[in-house]
């Protein structure tokens, strides 16, 4: 939890999940009680720091290669216009 840049932290995943409900009795006209009961809940939320975003260097484009059917498909194309 420390050195944690408060600016630069992003949720990362949250999960709510049901707790053992607390029993209480409150007590009524007459001699009656009835049931007091509240729902908890556990939270849970993971938060996580961005990482600083890196250019991706511009890399030499490589020549494709082709298959024969390839190019001969590429010929068919260019010269169909007789």
Same mark, same amino acid.
């Given at each position: 939890?420390?050195?944690?840049?408060?600016?630069?932290?992003?949720?990362t995943h949250?999960?709510?999940?049901?707790?053992?409900?607390?029993?209480?009795?409150?007590f009524r006209?007459?001699?009656?009680?009835?049931?007091?009961?509240?729902?908890?809940?556990? !939270? %849970?939320?993971?938060? =996580? /720091?961005?990482?600083?975003? !890196? %250019?991706?260097?511009? =890399? /030499?484009?490589?020549?494709?290669?082709?298959?024969?059917?390839?190019?001969?498909?590429?010929?068919?194309?260019?010269?169909?216009?007789?």
């Amino acid at each position: 939890f420390k050195n944690l840049d408060t600016e630069n932290l992003t949720i990362t995943h949250i999960q709510v999940s049901m707790a053992q409900q607390g029993r209480r009795r409150t007590f009524r006209a007459h001699g009656r009680v009835n049931a007091y009961m509240n729902c908890p809940c556990h !939270v %849970e939320m993971l938060l =996580e /720091e961005k990482e600083e975003s !890196v %250019e991706k260097p511009a =890399e /030499e484009s490589k020549a494709k290669k082709f298959t024969k059917k390839q190019l001969a498909k590429r010929r068919l194309k260019v010269g169909g216009d007789q």
